[in-house]
């Protein structure tokens, strides 16, 4: 079974920083594109940042100059750095990756993360 689990959220003051990680484990060929979500409360589900396999970033313009992602594929692993944050980048942050596994050929899956909180106090 492949899971990712996110690691790193937590309380910080505003202008502060955090650093999110996200593990896949399992059998896994390849993680392809990786993304990073967040969810306020009463909000809709946005995506933050994205990065593809060959290391293109894309950022929610609201976060353009502050966030950066990267990814470490030896260790399975997306970052999220977080710089300079606001309260209203207050919210339960997800990845999500698509994967690669093979079974005899190769099948693509799509997996998120249990999420993790970012609380920045004004």
């Known amino acids: 079974q492949v899971q990712l689990v996110e690691s790193g959220g937590g309380l910080v003051q505003a202008g502060g920083s955090l650093r999110l990680s996200c593990a896949v484990s399992?059998?896994?060929?390849?993680?392809?594109?990786m993304d990073w979500y967040r969810q306020a409360p009463g909000k809709q589900r946005e995506l933050v940042a994205t990065?593809?396999?060959?290391?293109?970033?894309n950022y929610a313009d609201s976060v353009k100059g502050r966030f950066t992602i990267s990814r470490d594929n030896a260790k399975n692993t997306v970052y999220l750095q977080m710089n300079s944050l606001k309260p209203e980048d207050t919210a339960v942050h997800y990845c999500?990756?698509?994967?690669?596994?093979?079974?005899?050929?190769?099948?693509?899956?799509?997996?998120w993360g249990q999420g993790t909180q970012v609380t920045v106090s004004s």
């Open positions: 999500k990756t698509e994967v690669s596994i093979y079974t005899g050929r190769i099948n693509n899956y799509n997996y």
């Open positions: 399992g059998r896994i060929f390849s993680m392809n594109v």
């Open positions: 990065i593809t396999s060959d290391g293109t970033t």
